[in-house]
């Protein structure tokens, strides 16, 4: 998957796993495009470790596991921020 995909699917994840999981982060939106995109590739391998899918495309399931990945990020910099 080149960098602009992963971008994409970082950005998705992130708005995604921002309105499942609303509250006060520091950094507004450029934070959570970056915990997107680290979500997004952490979902990515970890889909990928347990077999059920590769780290590449824009699927459907791709924007799920990134998005669980962005929630794990997102829920661990929280817990480490406070």
């Known amino acids: 998957m080149g960098i602009i995909s992963w971008i994409v699917l970082g950005l998705i994840a992130g708005i995604l796993a921002k309105w499942i999981m609303p ?4 950094g507004g939106f ?7 995109i680290v979500g997004a590739i952490v979902g990515g391998w970890v889909s990928a470790l347990l077999g059920l899918g590769s780290m590449g495309g824009l699927t459907l399931g791709g924007i799920l596991m990134a998005t669980l ?3 794990l990020v997102l829920f661990v910099y929280n817990s480490v921020r406070k």
């Open 23 to 26: 509250g006060k982060d520091g």
């Open 30 to 36: 450029i934070m959570t495009t970056l915990l997107g």
């Open 69 to 71: 990945g962005a929630l």
